[in-house]
């Protein structure tokens, strides 16, 4: 079964740094392209950032936020720079096989498997 595990949510002041991991099974993250999205409550769940052959990023976070990968560790990090109390949500991490067709990065529905989330809250 494929699992996508994310960690390294927590309380942080604004102006901290977090850094998100998405541990992987099942999926190798070097050969999908992978996204995170966050929801705050009451609120849809957006795109924050994507990685396929290159990263792209939500105008909301960039030059704040990194996408990266560990092939190693087969682990999908989000690094996350100058938080603000906006950036308070849930983030999920998500993946999508690459089966050759062209796709939105940033699409919600375009991803076939997410985890279960980790909780950023930034006070002010």
């Known amino acids: 079964q494929v699992q996508l595990v994310e960690s390294g949510g927590g309380l942080v002041q604004a102006g901290d740094s977090l850094r998100l991991s998405c541990a992987a099974s099942?999926?190798?993250?070097?050969?999908?392209?992978m996204g995170w999205f966050r929801q705050a409550p009451g609120k849809e769940r957006e795109f924050v950032a994507g990685i396929r052959w290159s990263t792209y990023y939500a105008d909301s976070v960039k030059g704040r936020f990194t996408i990266s990968r560990d092939n190693a560790k087969n682990t999908v990090y989000l690094s996350m720079n100058s938080l603000k109390p906006e950036d308070t949500a849930v983030y999920y991490c998500?993946?999508?096989?690459?089966?050759?067709?062209?796709?939105?990065?940033?699409?919600?529905?375009?991803?076939?498997?997410w985890g279960q989330g980790t909780q950023v809250t930034v006070s002010s």
């Open positions: 998500a993946d999508k096989p690459h089966d050759g067709r062209s796709f939105a990065l940033s699409r919600v529905n375009e991803y076939d498997y």
């Open positions: 099942g999926r190798t993250v070097s050969r999908d392209a």
